[in-house]
């Protein structure tokens, strides 16, 4: 079961990365020994953890079980590898099957390792953690109690998951915050809708995809057939996989199928294998309107498939921040009935052959996100610098104020900066709904898509100054 995955989703699952199968394979039996006389390190390591192994089982100060050691020692050579590798233990492969039906149990959060600290990738839409206002980028520093430092992706999912109605305490850091802060969150049963639209204006439409699973295509399809039923046809479509942490390969195919009718979607090469190209799914594609993508740091994944393919194909302009850059595909294995081995095998790349691994998408108009009522206040304030602002600038002498007291001054000037720092923390956990129109990126795009629109009219004029310039090509101007 291929995965190209960026993290785990906190639900019961442990991830909703990008597969081809639904059911894990089945592993394959070791190569035989080589024959006497034949060198190989591999037995001699072998019987060097042999010794080791039967030296703590006979000597540790506490008895030991043997499968706790062995467990232990799994994990301990799945740790040496990149991060999205992992032993999975029958509490964990259990769950893991059934990751993509869209109903999952937990707390709604996808996780990875960012510089060997458990990191938020991104909160799913409207699940315990993003209602809490858990935020992509935060660090997670202790889940009930322990501290998650030396900690791997599958413990914090077996930490984090538990009985819906139950809390689960989940310390975290910030950027911003002046100390860690304490979320306590109860667990729910959580049914994904992975699709969301809104109207933006007459025959402007914005969708948001918030992970890919079974019915991300149908659900995509639904709602542009619904909004032409009612409203007419579409002009252009705001597509927004922000904070989107990915999902199901062939479903990233099929969304991106929805766009580009033919040619590659995406690639995979592994180390011992011939690449494994997936193309577009011919007589689903839409090109009688521009799209525009959205994608920052926390799209990852099948998100990124779906924005490289699009990107290199020249069907969307990519816009917002680079992607995560999770450019890896994973297999699950099942070694025995209950017990399962997901494994990095393959790279992926988009169609033009780029690989993304650490370097994202990049977008072909860089948004900031800008919070949009910060936004207006500026906009109404004006950001030009004043004298008062310049550095050792002059106190006025006709002030109501006989003298100037630096010390006073400055005093007040960092009591206001604390303030304005409380203030904005304060900004950052008030969650409110989102409204696309209100958006400062989703705006950014719309205005985008209006133009692209606006010119596409003009191209009679477009091709008459092309006509023009090839006439006069040669001639001087005097």
Not at 319 to 324: A, D, L, N, V
Not at 342 to 370: C, V, W
Request: hydrophobic share 35%; charged share 30%; no cysteine.
């Amino acid at each position: 079961m291929k995965r190209v995955v960026a993290g785990i989703l906190l639900f019961v699952a442990l991830n909703v990365g990008a597969a081809e199968n639904k059911e894990p394979k089945k592993a394959d039996a070791p190569p035989p020994a080589k024959k006497d006389g034949v060198k190989d390190d591999r037995y001699e390591n072998l019987a060097l953890f042999q010794k080791v192994l039967y030296f703590v089982e006979q000597n540790y100060v506490e008895e030991v079980k043997n499968k706790d050691l062995i467990y232990g020692a799994i994990k301990g050579m799945m740790d040496t590898l990149d991060p999205h590798s992992n032993f999975l233990p029958p509490e964990i492969f259990k769950d893991m099957k059934t990751d993509t039906s869209g109903k999952f149990g937990g707390i709604g959060i996808e996780i990875g390792l960012k510089d060997s600290i458990l990191t938020v990738v991104s909160p799913i839409d409207d699940t315990p953690a993003y209602k809490a206002g858990l935020k992509a980028g935060d660090k997670i520093l202790k889940i009930n109690g322990d501290s998650t430092k030396g900690m791997s992706l599958s413990e914090a999912v077996a930490k984090m998951r538990g009985k819906r109605g139950s809390d689960v305490l989940v310390q975290i850091w910030r950027e911003g915050l002046e100390k860690p802060k304490d979320y306590r969150i109860t667990r729910a049963e959580i049914k994904i809708q992975t699709t969301k639209s809104e109207v933006l204006e007459q025959g402007y439409l914005y969708m948001r995809m918030s992970n890919f699973n079974e019915r991300s295509t149908d659900d995509m399809r639904k709602v542009m057939s619904d909004y032409e039923k009612s409203h007419g046809a579409i002009k252009g479509l705001v597509f927004d996989l922000r904070n989107n942490p990915g999902g199901l390969l062939d479903q990233a195919v099929s969304v991106s199928s929805l766009f580009i009718d033919e040619g590659v979607v995406v690639s995979t090469k592994g180390r011992n294998r011939d690449s494994d190209v997936q193309t577009a799914k011919k007589g689903m594609a839409r090109k009688d309107f521009p799209v525009a993508v959205l994608v920052n740091g926390a799209s990852a994944s099948a998100s990124e498939i779906v924005a490289g393919a699009l990107q290199d194909h020249k069907r969307a302009v990519i816009m917002g921040q680079p992607t995560f850059g999770k450019g890896s595909v994973q297999t699950v294995i099942e070694l025995q009935p209950e017990i399962g081995l997901k494994l990095t095998i393959a790279r992926y790349y988009t169609p033009s052959g780029r690989s993304i691994q650490l370097k994202g998408i990049q977008p072909d108009i860089f948004l900031d996100d800008l919070d949009q009522k910060t936004l207006d206040e500026a906009m109404k304030k004006g950001s030009f610098i004043r004298e008062k602002d310049l550095r050792h600038h002059m106190a006025n002498e006709m002030s109501d104020d006989k003298e100037f007291h630096p010390e006073e001054y400055m005093a007040t000037k960092d009591a206001d900066k604390a303030d304005d720092a409380k203030k904005k923390d304060k900004a950052k956990d008030e969650l409110k709904p989102f409204v696309a129109k209100e958006d400062y990126q989703v705006r950014q795009a719309l205005n985008y898509i209006k133009s692209f629109q606006i010119f596409k009219a003009a191209g009679a004029f477009e091709q008459a100054t092309t006509a023009n310039a090839k006439a006069t090509a040669g001639k001087t101007v005097q």
